[in-house]
């Protein structure tokens, strides 16, 4: 398997852009994580799915950002309108969610930069 | 809740020496517990978890980790520092069931001189 597959691997854009961020989840997993990483806040989680239906969003900093997931395949996390401080790492990780404890997988990233 | 302190921020170790990354956690549940390692621009990789089997965690490449309920400690330790073990790791906890989320710690910045 690829693993999670994260596009684009970096984005350079200007205040007040829209941005999108995809992801592509692992075959066959149900679950999907947005992360974001700051030197100042570490890894926090934005939001994630569970059969394509957002579970918890309590991590998503504002209005600005919005993410989708419509189908098992695919999810996008959008900012808009991008600021300099959304600058950070983002990182889509998927699970297969069961009974037992299952790890999650994460992907390469993408690298934000909002002038 | 659940939250974890990774007690040092940075660890700096000579190749071939033991390596200690300290962990604690704090967790309302029977806690899952969980070493990442990131290398610097990649994501992040599993290095191993506890699931309230065994006690002692073997994972790749040579690290383990001990579950000491009474201490509330979860450390990583390795017996001997390779110069690719230079990466951020990071402490985890899960608790609950199911659709329970992660919470990271803010990671240990392991330094190996040669």
């Known amino acids: 398997d690829a693993g999670v597959i994260q596009s684009p691997r970096h984005e350079v854009t200007e205040m007040g852009q829209e941005v999108t961020l995809r992801c592509k989840p692992i075959?066959?997993?149900?679950?999907l994580f947005w992360y974001r990483q700051t030197m100042m806040r570490g890894l926090e989680l934005l939001i994630y799915?569970?059969?394509?239906?957002?579970?918890?969003d309590s991590g998503m900093p504002e209005d600005r950002f919005s993410a989708k997931m419509p189908n098992a395949s695919f999810s996008t996390l959008k900012i808009q309108p991008s600021e300099p401080r959304d600058s950070a790492v983002y990182f889509c990780a998927s699970s297969l969610t069961t009974s037992g404890i299952n790890e999650q997988f994460f992907g390469p990233g993408t690298r934000l930069t909002v002038l | 809740a659940q939250s974890v302190t990774q007690l040092d921020s940075h660890v700096s170790v000579s190749e071939g020496t033991p390596v200690l990354l300290r962990c604690n956690y704090s967790s309302s549940y029977s806690p899952s517990l969980f070493w990442y390692v990131q290398h610097p621009n990649k994501g992040l990789q599993l290095l191993l978890k506890y699931t309230s089997a065994a006690t002692l965690v073997k994972g790749i490449n040579g690290f383990e980790a001990e579950f000491k309920k009474s201490e509330t400690s979860f450390h990583l330790t390795k017996p001997s520092a390779h110069m690719s073990d230079a990466a951020e790791y990071f402490c985890v906890v899960r608790g609950g069931s199911g659709y329970s989320t992660l919470t990271f710690g803010k990671g240990t910045m392991l330094l190996v001189s040669p």
């Open positions: 075959s066959g997993h149900n679950s």
């Open positions: 799915f569970n059969n394509n239906v957002p579970i918890d």
